[in-house]
T-cell receptor
Framework: DGGITQSPKYLFRKEGQNVTLSCEQN?????MYWYRQDPGQGLRLIYY???????QKGDIAEGYSVSREKKESFPLTVTSAQKNPTAFYLC??????????FGDGTRLSIL | AQSVSQHNHHVILSEAASLELGCNYS??????LFWYVQYPGQHLQLLLK??????LVKGIKGFEAEFIKSKFSFNLRKPSVQWSDTAEYFC?????????????FGSGTQLTVLP
């Protein structure tokens, strides 16, 4: 079955460290997205990519970076510049006008 | 930029009660509207969507939503809730333009159904 795979499910980061969250999809979707979910705030868009080698900042891109070297993959790096990285991170993908499909998420915590 | 408001942060109902969750959006143009549901420990799933046509849309598990353009609303309803409907519900909107459908989400409503 096609879907979106996010790994790892849980991730711990030390202060000052960069960490990379993986997102892979085998749905042949063109667009991919990263959201951050915090209690009481819903989901907020970090970055999105419409095609390979292109990506755009979302509403809360500061302290994050992404790459889109392959259609199937859209990794998110949480840099040391992100002062409040503890959150639940969701990756999604879509094609055309169809609704976005979501992965199971990665929960990031700071040690 | 668009925004979405969900006025109820936590709703508690008994089984068989009727449900209505409010969702209002702000955007000057044509929009596509969605309700997503997140059951405990599961990923976000699409409940229903509105793109065009009949403003009353039916989704999975007996849910429906009505798009009222004049009120910028897209409220979610279910005539009789079940314990298994306990979940967090998110309303989302995306402009009906552009090639990437960037969703703007509301803050979510936690629904707890008591057996």
């Amino acid at each position: 079955d096609g879907g979106i795979t996010q790994s790892p499910k849980y991730l711990f980061r030390k202060e000052g460290q960069n960490v990379t969250l993986s997102c892979e999809q085998n749905l042949n979707h063109d667009a991919m997205y990263w959201y951050r979910q915090d209690p009481g705030q819903g989901l907020r868009l970090i970055y999105y990519s419409q095609i390979v080698n292109d990506f755009q900042k979302g509403d809360i891109a500061e302290g994050y970076s992404v790459s889109r070297e392959k259609k199937e993959s859209f990794p998110l790096t949480v840099t040391s510049a992100q002062k409040n990285p503890t959150a639940f991170y969701l990756c999604a993908s879509s094609i055309g006008v169809k609704p976005q499909h979501f992965g199971d998420g990665t929960r990031l915590s700071i040690l | 930029a668009q925004s979405v408001s969900q006025h109820n942060h936590h709703v508690i109902l008994s089984e068989a009660a009727s449900l209505e969750l409010g969702c209002n959006y702000s955007y000057g143009g044509t929009v596509n509207l969605f309700w997503y549901v997140q059951y405990p420990g599961q990923h976000l799933q699409l409940l229903l969507k509105y793109f065009s046509g009949d403003p009353l849309v039916k989704g999975i598990k007996g849910f429906e939503a009505e798009f009222i353009k004049s009120k910028f609303s897209f409220n979610l309803r279910k005539p009789s809730v079940q314990w298994s409907d306990t979940a967090e519900y998110f309303c989302a909107v995306t402009p009906n333009s552009g090639s990437a459908r960037q969703l703007t989400f509301g803050s979510g409503t936690q629904l707890t159904v008591l057996p």
